[in-house]
């Protein structure tokens, strides 16, 4: 039976796992700098395509992680990798931010208005009708409907706010049409991040803090999984799950070596 002593390489959620909001997770700077110290692979994954990594690292700084932007893999950039291996130089009307344009300007797409190949959508703080109209539109006209994550809301200091699921779901109920989800609870996006860091599934790790997103995706690409109680699940939202995880710790500050408070998931749990 695989155990934590096995694994070679790690992928690691952000929110919840790494950082709250913008303040660290006691413990994940230390296990950041144990993998950079030991030469261990690592890549932090979020479903959030709104920022590029370059973005994404300045943040994690000013939270005082050290996080280069080749360490951290986006749900935008796994859509981009995977619309280049289906259709490589191809075309794409995208709603959606400098997060996903720039990694589809980088995979070789063409953003255009006229007679896309793929209508892209992705989180955006400016969904408007119109652009929403002419996707339903490119869609009703063959374009193939593809969306970065399947999150229907998203966390703002002044609580939720409608995000890349709930304008699919409008897309969807005008065309008749269900789009492709790349990201999380996809493991295509895992499987992508293991292409990106030379990293095979029997030796790497996923630590993250749902079961519904992280540690579905993570048995499904045939990951070791780790739950963190640092984020949105405790104990009993397990029980509501046919599956489990591997481990279940309270934080990442568990994972560190030499720390006297590991946790594998109990007899029952």
């Known amino acids: 039976m695989r155990t934590r002593a096995d694994i070679e390489c790690w992928l690691t959620d952000m929110d919840g796992v790494l950082v709250h909001e913008s303040r660290p997770i006691p413990g994940a700077a230390e296990l950041l700098a144990q993998w950079r110290d030991t030469g261990v692979p690592f890549l932090v994954l979020t479903n959030n395509p709104i920022f590029t990594p370059r973005d994404l690292s300045a943040r994690l ?28 130089g191809g075309t794409a009307y995208v709603i959606g931010e400098a997060g996903l344009t720039t990694a589809l300007h ?30 339903i539109r490119f869609i009703n006209a063959g374009a193939r409907f593809i969306i970065t994550n399947p999150d ?41 991040a293991l292409n990106r ?3 095979h599934s029997e030796t790497t790790g996923m630590i993250g803090d749902r079961m519904d997103t992280d540690v579905v995706a993570g048995i499904e690409a045939g990951l070791h ?21 591997d481990e279940v710790v309270d934080s990442v500050a568990d994972l560190v070596v030499g720390d006297p408070l590991e946790s594998e998931l109990p007899e029952g749990v």
Do not use: C, H
Request: no cysteine.
């Open 225 to 245: 999984t780790v739950l963190v109680l640092t984020g949105i699940s405790d104990r009993a939202e397990i029980e509501k799950y046919p599956f489990r995880p």
């Open 152 to 192: 229907a809301t998203g966390p703002t200091p002044y609580g939720v706010v409608p995000a890349t699921g709930s304008f699919a779901a409008l897309i969807t109920k005008a065309t008749g049409k269900e789009p492709y989800v790349v990201g999380k609870p996809n493991p295509m996006m895992f499987r992508s």
């Open 197 to 199: 860091i030379g990293a």
């Open 106 to 135: 980088e995979a070789g797409f063409i953003m255009t208005e006229t007679q896309p190949d793929y209508v892209v959508v992705g989180e955006t703080r400016q969904y408007s009708f119109e652009a929403i109209t002419k996707a």
């Open 61 to 88: 700084a000013r939270s005082g992680l050290d996080v280069p932007e080749d360490r951290i893999w986006t749900s935008a950039l796994a859509t981009a990798d995977f619309l280049r291996s289906q259709l490589p």
